[in-house]
Structure formats: structure tokens, C-alpha cells
């Protein structure tokens, strides 16, 4: 989509001027995934010439990744806008990183609403807007990114970019909902981050990061597929407690999902879509006691590799240090005998 590597070294090297908010505040975004949306935002260029300008974060934590792309956004242009939504309704946590580090001016470009979700769109974006870039990183279960991708299409122009944080490389038992959008996408039309670190050092394993991004295909058709196939994915439990039965979706937000749809898009489609969630939703229902235990199982053995990969990382630090010490003392007894 677009060349391997270029963006994010532009944006390493804007970052390395700017304080590191990641040591600062708590955030699961890589400094190679900062680099990559802070150097979009400050030199991709759109067919008309055009930088990017109006941005949409779905899930904010700290604000980090907000506090990044506002920086970025206002040096490049005073006409920046950058919007964030967040479920969660803690202003002692949810964009803190802005509120405590951003300029007044920064500030008057940017907005968040807490307590929110994609599916409050309207009351938050004018529909006039269009969006340059959207960076999807809410709840992660299926089907709600698929439900943030809906409610963002119509603000969308012909050349937007689509973010998807944590695909391919799998986190928690069933919270893939962004690699299922990801995978999907053909070739051309997607582009998955490169480790800045690894690009010279070949001992890094990792080349490639867990941050996406997706342009929407020209062809309304093929979008329109892509998107139903997506619908058609049975629903798991999460590994957190949305709702009794561990559900990212319930029936009250299907409706205003159909709602929505009904508004910005083609009946027929709606009408699939819709039909599509609201069985998968029906069949979770009936079968949610034995959904719930399976990603408890799941989740326990995530749990206990991430313990044991830490220990590992412990051990082998402390061999390694060791190793070192016995080579110095090794050496320093070779140079006394000389």
C-alpha cells in the first residue's frame, strides 16, 4: 500500500524530539506503532495533495497515542481535528497524557468523549466531516470492531485510512475482532508496521508489529462482501465481563447499529448484516455457559505462558549478565598473567 518502513522512520525521528509520554503514562502502543501514525499524520499525501487533517481514535486508555497525534497533527497544520471516543467514563485515567501534557491551542484542536462508543457517532462528529484517518482500537471482541469499521464508513472519503491495533499477532482468547477485518483485506489494499528496531539489527526476531491499516476498495460491491463475510463469524465469549454472559454485543445495540445503517446505507445490506449479527447473537445465547468456560480455559493458558515467557526473559537476562562477568574476570586474569 504504500513503502515498507518509510513512515515509521519519518515519524521515529519526530518522535525522539517530543517527551516519552510512553514512560510516563501506561499504554499498550509500541514506540514503533507511534512512529508509524506520527509520520501518516505529518507526511502522507492524499491524491489531491492534501495532508492529513481530521482523525478519529476509537479507544484512547491514557491518551498516549492521542497526545502523539495531536502533536504531530497541530505542527503539520493549525487546521488539525482529532476526536476520540472511550466507553469508559474516568477522567482520572482516560486521556490524562492530553490533559496534563498537551498546550492550551493543542487542546482547542482536540476532543474526547468518554462514556461513548462508535455507535454514538452522531452525537459527537457532524456528518459533514470526513475523516483522513481512523484509528479502530476499542473493544476488541468480534463483532465490535466490525461495528466501529460500520459506524465510521459513512465519514470516510474515497482515500481514508483505517487503523486496526492488535492484528495478526493474537492477544487475549477471542479478542480478534480487528484481525478478522485485517486478514480479510486483499494485499494491495493493506499494510502491517515494521519493527524500527529490528530493521538493522537482525538479532531482533520481530520485524513486523501488531498495528494494521486498511483502505476501504473502490468497488462498493467487494466492500459490501468483505463486510457480510465478516458478520457471518460466530460470536465467542470475551475474556471480560461486557455483559452477564461475557457478550461484546447485545440486542440494544443492534438496534441502534440497524438504525444507523438504515440511514447511510443500502436496505438489502443492512437488512444482512443485521440478520447476520442478530443470529450469531441468538445462537451465543443458547450456548454462552459452555462459550464462557471455553475462553476461561483459553485465557488461563494465555496467562500462563505470558508468567513463563517473563520468567524465561528473567533468567536468560540473568545468565546473560553472569556469562558477561564471567568473560570480564576470564580476561582480566588473562591480562594479569601477560
Known amino acids: 500500500m504504500f513503502e515498507q518502513d518509510y513512515y515509521e522512520k519519518i515519524g521515529y525521528e519526530i518522535f525522539k524530539k517530543f517527551s516519552n509520554y510512553t514512560d510516563k503514562y ?6 514503533s506503532q507511534i512512529s508509524l501514525l506520527i509520520g501518516l499524520i505529518t507526511e502522507y499525501k492524499f491524491s489531491n495533495n492534501l495532508n492529513i487533517t481530521n482523525v478519529l481514535e476509537i479507544g484512547t486508555y491514557t491518551g498516549v497515542t492521542s497526545l502523539y ?23 482520572k485515567t482516560y486521556g490524562i497524557a492530553v490533559k496534563n501534557e498537551a498546550t492550551n491551542k493543542e487542546k482547542e484542536h482536540f476532543k474526547l468523549e468518554l462514556n461513548k462508543t462508535s455507535l454514538d457517532i452522531e452525537t459527537i462528529i457532524d456528518t459533514n466531516t470526513k475523516l483522513d484517518l481512523v484509528f479502530i482500537d476499542g473493544a476488541h471482541a468480534h463483532p465490535f470492531p466490525l461495528i466501529d469499521l ?7 472519503h474515497n482515500e481514508s485510512l483505517i487503523c486496526l491495533h492488535d492484528v495478526i499477532e493474537y492477544m487475549r482468547p477471542h479478542a480478534w475482532g480487528e484481525s478478522f477485518i485485517y486478514e480479510i483485506w486483499d494485499d494491495d489494499k493493506k499494510y502491517r508496521n ?12 520481530h520485524k513486523y508489529e501488531s498495528l494494521g491499516i486498511i483502505k476501504l476498495p473502490s468497488n462498493q460491491k467487494e466492500l459490501n462482501n468483505k463486510l457480510i463475510q465478516i458478520s457471518q463469524i460466530p ?9 452477564s454472559n461475557y457478550c461484546a454485543i447485545n440486542d440494544l445495540q443492534i438496534i441502534k447499529l440497524e438504525e444507523f445503517m438504515n440511514k447511510h446505507y443500502e436496505k438489502t445490506f443492512t437488512n444482512t448484516i443485521i440478520n447476520n449479527l442478530t443470529k450469531s447473537l441468538n445462537t451465543y445465547k443458547n450456548e454462552w455457559i459452555l462459550r464462557t468456560h471455553e475462553t476461561r480455559f483459553y485465557n488461563y493458558l494465555f496467562n500462563h505462558i505470558t508468567d513463563l515467557n517473563k520468567q524465561i526473559k528473567l533468567l536468560n537476562d540473568k545468565y546473560n549478565k553472569l556469562e558477561k562477568l564471567y568473560q570480564q574476570e576470564c580476561n582480566n586474569k588473562q591480562n594479569k598473567r601477560m
Do not use: H
Not at 26 to 31: F, L
Not at 150 to 156: C, E, S
Not at 194 to 205: D, G
Open 235 to 243: 460470536f465467542r465469549a470475551t475474556p471480560w465481563e461486557f455483559e
Open 26 to 31: 501506561q499504554s499498550y502502543i509500541t514506540k
Open 150 to 156: 460500520l459506524m465510521v464508513i459513512p465519514y470516510l
Open 194 to 205: 515494521s519493527n524500527i528496531f529490528a530493521i538493522n539489527n537482525p538479532e531482533i526476531k
Open 69 to 91: 497525534m495531536l502533536k504531530a497533527g497541530y505542527n503539520k497544520s493549525k487546521n488539525y481535528k482529532q476526536y476520540g471516543i472511550d466507553i469508559r467514563n474516568d477522567t
